[in-house]
């Protein structure tokens, strides 16, 4: 089947994947997706998360298989099933999480996954060869855990580089960089395809490295290829239409909830995107709350900056405000400082800078347990990291924030903690055997309203809820939604850091988008559209 | 006079320093892959029977010699895929070897009946006859086998790709495995090297240095080479000095008594245990362990 396709409309593409899919258990990752790189080409791969852009790389380069599909190099069927065979056939690729080994040398991370002997100097001078040839200077017997960011990047260009990929793909190559950096990493990439024919894939979620960087654009969307166009005859709006736009789930729910679904759309939504959107509730779900006046905002975040061991900036001055009986949420692409600030406001960091004030009144982030004691509940991105302990009982994770109120000097008191899971179970309707069974037993829908039973328990002023219906099947998001507007009715403060669009929509009164760990700009949700959502998501003011 | 006490005493030190040696140069290059391989009490004992096992009925302590260190190997292939394969928890794996082979060589050695076996002295003429030092020229000849091991061990991890691979593996396996390394393979490798050491280690300390086998005849000395190991601070240099301090300390010990010093026997046991607590102690903020040390990898979707 090696030359089943000669064609006769052009040149034969240096790279052609064909109907590759890839699901993992029930999720699709990959539906039949099909790429075409010609040689120097820039193909942007534009996505959300879990759109499916790291699995089709990752069978590309034979970390993964595929379940279905194949991969043509120059017109032939290659197979990939491991990264030795992805590097034979000239495929390279810059992953977004460096695959550098830190105590290791720069050469010798040059080397590593290469077979044959290792010649030292021989691998020195490629690198200086291949550093000077693209601008890339660095030191080949440095230490890689000694460099920063930047220069790990041009160790990894190096690395790929070095190998004379015909097709190199750079997952996220920017998202650690400077402008500066990422400036001269384009010129590099430049250089590599117009000088010397090589196809690159590049993947980014920003839209101004999409339009100024890449030739042809491929956007993915659930898996799906939902859109393919050259560069030149799109645009940034457009682009970030298609990446974040798309049917709306939640109508039904809405409904089903007694929501007002609004009659006209259009009110709240351009006119292009009428059939998606329609979910949004006429009337936010809490009452509005003068947020601009200050001192009135239960939670406050004022110039939060977080830097990242490796020196990467996390939050970058993170101004962020919700008041009382609001839901605000928190929305971007996942890795812009999402985690970063939820650890925060859970307790596990400080900022480098910056404070965090609850009522009023700051909170000193460096004592453990003082937010939770300032009123702030958290409801953990991952509850099973930091949310709650799976082998202990339903009663047990109910009260385990609050252990003081539940114990005497030495023995906890039994009873009062089974009273008050029970009546913790009965309101917050949580589907349990028994309070003594174990969580894992629950699932994890009730696994959920077990940890927003217990921190709506503490009376909260500020809830932080991270990406809560994460993983969670339509009933228990639904259910989730009404508590969440529930618990914003009885006066909390929600703070919703999510990257689903529709929960964003669905919930929030306002939306703060967040990318590279500041905020672009805070929108009421009435004038959100998925369009300005998605320039400020992709970095740029809407 | 103290000439002769002092080449005494440094011979005694050289021959005790031995077996650790043979050890500690597998135990290195394990843990540089990222195996904290407790198990090495195992290998040792079990190729410290095993040489006696096979030498007496040989006829020949270097046959058993050369038995010792395949045992040591199979040893070191049990433990590799219990924990590089179907990932048990290595200590468990370890903790269960060491027990088993002191059970098995205990009972083996009550219902069987070995000959003494040693292996021959080799004196290096000229050499040997240099006062004092010239003890290190008068050695069973395996000790001389060092002379290799230990420069091929750090030529091993240093130099050759399969080095800079297990130094990989052993630092971050999640890297190593996308540029394209078999992760528990290259782990798998690191200990049958180990293994192979320390049987041979172990088959020193008893057709080598005694000639016969007793219950738990390495008696904490492969754990001796763990603490070797992190005293070396995870370099084959500081981790030979450290296996010669020990072993000194070791031959202190026996000769104390003749010297005519009253010191505590037991306390002199327990000092390279100490000096190790203490250089870990000073070292707990010098990162240069390993990252992936005792981590084990599974490929999984991230």
């Known amino acids: 089947m090696s030359h089943d396709r000669a064609r006769t409309d ?43 852009k790291s699995t089709l790389m990752k069978v590309l380069m034979g970390l ?24 034979e056939h000239g495929l390279g690729m810059v992953h977004q999480h460096f695959s550098l080994i830190e105590p290791l040398t720069v050469w010798e991370n040059v080397a590593l996954g290469e077979p044959g002997r290792i010649d030292r100097d021989a691998i020195c001078a490629d690198v200086e060869a291949v550093g000077a040839r693209y601008g890339l200077t660095i030191e080949p017997t440095a230490t ?73 654009v491929s956007v993915l969307r659930r898996g799906r290829l939902a859109f393919h166009c050259r560069t030149a005859d799109t645009s940034a709006p457009e682009l970030a239409r298609q990446m974040v736009g798309r049917d709306v789930s939640l109508r039904a729910e809405g409904a089903a909830l007694g929501l007002v679904v609004t009659d006209d759309p259009a009110k709240h939504l351009t006119p292009v995107l009428q059939g998606g959107l329609d979910a949004v509730p006429a009337e936010p779900p809490a009452p509005e709350a003068p947020a601009d006046v200050p001192g009135t905002a239960a939670l406050a975040l004022h110039g939060l900056c977080v830097a990242g061991p490796d020196g990467r900036i996390l939050l970058d001055s993170l101004d962020l405000e919700v008041a009382t009986g609001e839901i605000v949420a928190l929305y971007g692409v996942e890795g812009n400082g999402q985690a970063t600030l939820g650890d925060l406001l859970s ?117 932080v809820a991270a990406q809560p219906t994460h993983g969670l099947d339509v009933g228990a998001i639904e259910d989730m939604y009404a508590r969440l507007r529930e618990a914003a009715a009885a006066g909390v403060a929600v703070l919703l850091i999510s990257t689903e669009l529709e929960e964003v929509m669905a919930l929030a009164s306002r939306i703060a988008v967040i990318s590279s760990g500041r905020i672009t700009g805070v929108l009421d949700v009435a004038d959100a559209s998925p369009q300005r959502l998605g320039m400020l998501v992709g970095g740029e003011a809407a | 006079m103290w000439l002769d006490d002092g080449g005494t005493v440094l011979s005694s030190a050289l021959r005790l320093t031995a077996p650790l040696a043979f050890a500690a140069c597998g135990e290195y290059l394990a843990e540089r892959a990222g195996t904290l391989n407790i198990s090495v009490e195992g290998m040792m004992l079990s190729g410290a029977f095993g040489a006696i096992a096979v030498g007496s009925a040989t006829g020949s302590p270097s046959v058993g010699l050369f038995a010792g260190a395949l ?60 006062p004092m030092l010239g003890v290190v020229f008068d050695q069973r000849w395996p000790f001389y086998l060092l002379v290799g091991v230990v420069p091929l061990t750090w030529y091993l991890v240093n130099r050759t790709r399969w080095g800079l691979e297990l130094r990989a593996v052993g630092e971050n396996p999640q890297a190593a ?81 003749s010297l005519g010093v009253e010191l505590n026997a037991q306390l002199l046991v327990a000092a390279p245990y100490l000096l190790a607590l203490t ?3 000073l070292m707990a903020k010098s990162q240069r362990e390993p990252r992936a040390l005792a981590k084990p990898f599974e490929r999984g979707l991230v």
């Open chain 1, 347 to 463: 307790g596990l960091m400080a900022p480098d800078t910056g404070e965090v004030r609850v009522d009023g009144r700051a909170v000193s982030l460096d004592r453990p347990g003082a937010l939770h004691e300032a009123g702030v509940g958290v409801i953990p991105e991952d509850r099973h990291r930091s949310g709650v302990v799976l082998d202990l009982s339903v009663a047990d994770n109910l009260v385990m924030t609050d252990l003081r109120r539940f114990s005497g000097r030495f023995l906890m008191r039994r009873a009062q903690i089974r009273a008050q899971a029970e009546e913790l179970v009965e309101r917050f309707a949580i589907r349990t055997p028994s309070v003594d069974a174990p969580l894992r037993t629950l699932s994890g829908g009730n696994q959920q309203r077990v940890v927003l039973a217990r921190e709506l328990s503490a009376n909260p002023t500020v809830l």
């Open chain 2, 177 to 257: 495995d996308v540029s394209g390394i078999k992760v528990n393979l290259r782990r798998r490798q690191a200990l049958m090297w180990c293994g192979l050491l320390s049987g041979l280690g172990g088959a020193y300390l008893s057709v080598g240095l005694v000639g016969s086998f007793n219950n738990n005849m390495t008696a904490g000395r492969g754990f001796i080479v763990i603490a070797a190991v992190i005293f070396g601070a995870w370099r084959l240099k500081g981790t030979m000095l450290a296996c010669f301090l020990f072993g000194a300390a070791d031959a202190l010990r026996l000769a104390l008594p």
């Open chain 2, 71 to 130: 045992i040591g190997l199979v040893v070191a292939l049990v433990h590799a895929n219990l924990s590089h394969r179907i990932q048990i928890n290595t200590f468990v794996v370890g903790l269960v070897i060491n027990t088993l082979v002191l059970g098995v060589t205990s009972f083996l050695t009550q219902i069987m009946e070995f000959s003494r076996t040693q292996v021959a002295v080799l004196r290096i003429p000229g050499l040997a006859d240099i």
């Open chain 1, 10 to 52: 052009g040149p034969v593409p240096a790279l052609e994947l064909r109907g590759i899919s890839k699901r993992y258990g029930p999720v699709v990752a990959c539906d039949a997706v099909d790429l075409t790189v010609q040689r120097g080409e820039v193909h942007g791969l534009l996505g959300e998360n879990g759109a499916g």
């Open chain 1, 144 to 216: 890689v855990e000694r460099l920063s960011a930047g220069e790990r990047q041009r160790v990894e260009l190096i690395k790929a580089l070095r190998r004379d990929p015909k097709v190199l793909v750079l997952d996220e190559p920017t998202s650690v960089l400077t402008i500066a950096e990422s400036a001269a990493l384009f010129e590099v990439l430049r250089t590599s395809v117009a000088a010397e024919g090589r196809g690159v894939i590049l993947i980014s979620h920003k839209l101004a490295e999409i339009t100024a960087a890449t030739d042809v």
């Open chain 2, 279 to 281: 250089v870990m102690v």
């Open chain 1, 64 to 87: 993964v298989q595929a379940d279905a599909g194949d991969v043509h190099r120059d017109g032939v069927a290659v197979d990939v099933r491991t990264p030795q065979q992805a590097a």
